[in-house]
């Protein structure tokens, strides 16, 4: 079993940063993709930033493009997004997922995933 535990969501101010992290235990051994989605309310899941296991290949929605950065520990242990110019429009619960995705890193709809943490949220004021 796969357990993915985010952390370091919060508020800022538009412009600002933050760090999320996802601690994932045992999921080099079961999965290939990683990665984070977010939802706003009142919006579909979305995804954010993929990266492959293995390779660590990384893929970005073009909303994020050249302001986020997903990264991974050498130990395989641990995800982060580096969230940097935040806008008030990524306001949303960031979610970290995992799952066997042939395709990786290239964005899949959240479906694909069969691991989820339980969300950190993230609100960016104006």
């Known amino acids: ?3 993915l535990v985010e952390s370091g969501g919060g508020s800022v101010q538009a412009g600002g940063s933050l760090r999320l992290s996802c601690a994932a ?3 080099r051994h079961i999965t290939n993709c990683i ?3 977010r939802q706003a309310p009142g919006k579909e899941r979305e995804g954010v930033a993929l990266i492959s296991i293995g390779g660590g290949t990384t893929t970005y929605a073009d909303s ?3 302001r986020f950065t997903i990264s991974q520990d050498s130990a395989k242990t641990a995800v ?4 940097n110019s935040l806008k ?3 306001t949303a619960m960031y979610y970290c997922a995992a799952g066997y995705i042939l395709t990786c890193p290239k964005l ?3 479906t694909d995933f069969g691991y989820w943490g339980q ?3 993230v609100t960016v004021s104006s």
Do not use: A, I, N
């Open 1 to 3: 079993q796969v357990q």
């Open 119 to 121: 969300g950190t949220q």
């Open 80 to 83: 982060y997004l580096q969230m």
């Open 88 to 90: 008030p429009e990524d």
């Open 35 to 37: 990665g984070w989605f």
């Open 25 to 27: 235990s045992r999921y």
């Open 64 to 66: 994020v493009k050249g």
């Open 108 to 110: 899949s709809p959240s």
